[in-house]
């Protein structure tokens, strides 16, 4: 096991800022140099680096040359738990080196933050943002969130309407609850904090503007707003998913890619339209499969996207997701970890929570995660009391309740080990790559200065190099090509030096070729074969004549 002494601790002791992420990356390139690189996908609105931490034994190879496994995180603002078990993923893998040998073979890029700018608002303001609200033109009548009472977070507003929806729940008034037609006032409206741009002073208030959902921003299947909303205006018009997107078109390596959310806990599969019916036979098995071993492994339950709701909703049907994307158009077993929230730190399982049919039974969870949360020691600052204010605009209101990001996340204990199980699926995911290797390599003298070379290409790993059915007809899955460049002074007599292979199965499937070569002046070195094997990366042999 590598020096633990040397490679930085990473912290369960609360959310992590933009600051600290970019300084733990780097932390760990200069324990682990030879294991690991930083770089950036490229800049996000507000002009901070997106990092992606290349993960892998530099000796043994060069990242590209690879097969790669893909891991991203926060690409939902407030979703920062993601980052942290990413982040833990990385240190594991240099910890664990070389006594595991999975850094030799296998490439990891690790793009922790993918949201930067919306996780730091949710971490430093608790600010409420899916990943991008458009602030750039601002509306009359809306409310954009701001810290109005100043002490640090962007916590809600409440204020007494008789219009108003809410009510305090006569069980814990801490709460508030879906008005009724029994329900004993007073009724409140309520807002995020902030103030309204250009108010008239009426009760049509709208608040914050355009919410963007990065998670409906992939190419497949993407239909525009309002049909799908949060889409953006066209596949990866947001620049962040841009830079991802293109990262992961210009690696024909990747040969599984990993997302890290918070909901409530659940391994998430494909699809995300449809039915089940509408994947192929076998790769939905095989898919169940590592889906099972993901549920082992975290103890968290196997959902299709699909089904990801409540027993009050329909079959969902989720356009421009992750995970049709990186089925239909990577062609690769995909999943998404949600890791949690706290309604599954404070006892509540997700099964407890998507079987609700009721309003009434969802406010009976949150009733039970306050008292649960009553009996913390120490307390997470879950919740504030709610505190008379006056506001500039609407007058007389209270600020209070529930910090967004705590919510909308597991504690830092329950995540910690919640990651220690992603990191070993992880592991397993990975060693099922598909790996091309060069066998049976030999040369022998045909007679004069004739050598006939021969050499077995083979896929050792356990997916083919198409990795799912799907991806057989997909451009973006390279088949294998193998070229042949002889030396100077040496002549190719085979009619074909270049070769292409097509997929090769997993295991025990390979090709065994052939050439012939003159060589007059008896040049020591043949030539160099070079295969570029795509998800089973890339194989050089230099070949020398018999000794």
């Given at each position: 096991?590598?020096?633990?002494?040397?490679?930085?601790?990473?912290?369960?002791?609360g959310?992590?800022?933009?600051?600290?992420?970019?300084?733990?990356?780097k932390g760990?390139?200069?324990?682990?140099?030879d294991?690991?690189i930083?770089?950036?996908?490229g800049r996000?609105r507000?002009?901070?680096?997106?990092?992606?931490?290349?993960v892998t034994?530099?000796?043994?190879?060069?990242?590209?040359?690879?097969p790669?496994?893909?891991i991203?995180?926060?690409i939902h603002?407030?979703?920062v738990?993601?980052?942290?078990?990413a982040?833990?993923?990385?240190?594991?893998?240099l910890?664990?080196?070389p006594e595991?040998?999975i850094?030799k073979r296998?490439?990891?890029y690790?793009?922790?933050?993918?949201?930067?700018d919306?996780?730091?608002f949710?971490?430093?303001?608790?600010?409420?943002?899916?990943?991008?609200?458009d602030r750039?033109?601002?509306?009359?009548?809306?409310?954009?969130?701001?810290?109005?009472?100043g002490?640090g977070?962007?916590?809600?507003m409440r204020?007494?309407h008789?219009d108003?929806?809410?009510?305090?729940?006569?069980?814990?008034p801490r709460?508030?609850?879906?008005?009724?037609?029994?329900s004993?006032?007073?009724?409140?409206?309520?807002?995020?904090?902030g103030?309204?741009?250009?108010w008239?002073?009426?009760d049509?208030?709208l608040?914050?503007?355009r919410?963007?959902?990065?998670?409906?921003n992939?190419?497949?299947?993407?239909?525009?707003?309002?049909?799908?909303?949060?889409?953006?205006?066209?596949?990866?018009?947001?620049v962040?998913?841009?830079?991802?997107?293109?990262?992961?078109?210009?690696h024909?390596?990747?040969?599984?890619?990993?997302g890290?959310?918070?909901?409530?806990?659940?391994?998430?599969r494909?699809p995300?339209?449809?039915s089940?019916?509408g994947?192929?036979?076998?790769d939905?098995?095989?898919?169940e499969?590592?889906?099972?071993?993901?549920?082992k492994e975290?103890g968290?339950?196997?959902?299709?996207v699909?089904?990801?709701?409540?027993?009050?909703s329909?079959?969902?049907?989720?356009?421009?997701?992750?995970?049709?994307?990186g089925?239909?158009?990577l062609g690769?077993f995909?999943?998404?970890?949600e890791?949690?929230?706290?309604?599954?730190?404070a006892g509540?399982?997700?099964s407890e929570?998507?079987d609700t049919?009721t309003?009434e039974?969802?406010?009976?969870?949150?009733?039970?995660v306050?008292?649960?949360w009553?009996?913390q020691?120490?307390q997470?600052?879950l919740?504030?009391p709610w505190t008379?204010?006056?506001?500039?605009?609407?007058?007389?209101?209270?600020?209070g309740?529930?910090?967004?990001q705590?919510?909308?996340n597991?504690t830092?204990?329950?995540?910690s080990e919640?990651a220690?199980?992603t990191?070993?699926f992880?592991l397993?995911?990975?060693?099922k790559?598909?790996w091309?290797v060069?066998?049976d390599?030999s040369?022998?003298?045909?007679g004069?200065s004739?050598?006939r070379?021969r050499?077995?290409?083979?896929?050792?790993?356990?997916?083919?190099?198409?990795?799912?059915?799907?991806?057989?007809?997909?451009r973006?899955?390279r088949?294998?090509?193998?070229?042949?460049?002889?030396v100077?002074?040496?002549?190719?007599?085979?009619?074909?030096?270049?070769?292409d292979?097509?997929?090769?199965q997993?295991v025990?499937?390979?090709?065994?070729?052939?050439?012939f070569?003159s060589?007059?002046g008896?040049?020591?070195d043949?030539?160099?074969?070079r295969?570029?094997g795509g998800?089973g990366?890339?194989?050089?042999r230099?070949?020398?004549?018999?000794?």
């Open positions: 096991m590598a020096q633990e002494v040397n490679i930085p601790t990473l912290s369960f002791s959310f992590l800022r933009y600051r600290q992420v970019a300084d733990f990356l760990l390139v200069k324990a682990c140099p294991l690991c930083l770089e950036s996908l996000s507000e002009k901070r680096e997106i990092y992606v931490l290349t034994d530099l000796d043994t190879g060069a990242p590209e040359d690879k790669a496994y893909l991203h995180g926060n603002a407030g979703e738990s993601g980052t942290q078990a982040l833990h993923t990385a240190r594991r893998l910890l664990d080196h595991s040998d850094l296998v490439t990891f690790i793009v922790p933050r993918l949201n930067p919306g996780a730091e949710a971490v430093t303001r608790s600010g409420r943002v899916r990943s991008r609200t750039a033109q601002q509306m009359p009548n809306t409310l954009y969130q701001e810290d109005v009472d002490n977070l962007i916590l809600t204020q007494v008789p108003g929806e809410y009510v305090a729940d006569p069980q814990d709460l508030l609850v879906r008005r009724r037609a029994d004993p006032g007073p009724s409140y409206r309520t807002f995020p904090e103030r309204i741009h250009e008239d002073g009426s049509r208030v608040a914050e503007g919410s963007l959902d990065w998670n409906r992939w190419s497949y299947d993407w239909r525009p707003e309002p049909e799908q909303p949060g889409a953006g205006d066209y596949p990866f018009s947001e962040e998913m841009r830079h991802l997107a293109e990262f992961i078109h210009s024909s390596n990747l040969f599984a890619v990993l890290y959310h918070t909901g409530p806990a659940a391994v998430l494909p995300s339209t449809g089940m019916d994947l192929d036979p076998e939905d098995q095989v898919m499969d590592l889906a099972q071993m993901a549920a975290t968290l339950p196997v959902i299709p699909v089904q990801y709701h409540t027993a009050r329909r079959d969902i049907n989720l356009r421009g997701h992750f995970h049709d994307f089925y239909r158009h690769l995909v999943f998404e970890f890791l949690g929230t706290i309604l599954n730190s509540i399982s997700t929570f998507l049919r309003e039974e969802q406010e009976a969870l949150w009733r039970r306050l008292y649960w009553d009996d020691k120490p997470d600052p919740f504030r008379p204010f006056e506001h500039p605009q609407l007058g007389c209101v209270e600020i309740g529930f910090l967004s705590h919510r909308a597991p830092q204990s329950d995540l919640i220690k199980g990191y070993r992880t397993q995911h990975a060693r790559h598909p091309i060069l066998e390599v040369v022998d003298a045909v004069g004739v050598y070379i050499v077995r290409v083979a896929n050792r790993g356990e997916f083919p190099t198409h990795v799912t059915n799907e991806g057989k007809g997909l973006r899955l088949p294998v090509h193998v070229e042949f460049h002889p100077e002074g040496v002549r190719l007599l085979s009619a074909q030096g270049h070769m292979l097509g997929h090769l997993g025990a499937d390979s090709r065994l070729l052939e050439w070569v060589s007059p008896g040049t020591r043949l030539c160099e074969i295969v570029w998800t990366g890339n194989v050089r230099l070949v020398k004549g018999p000794q």
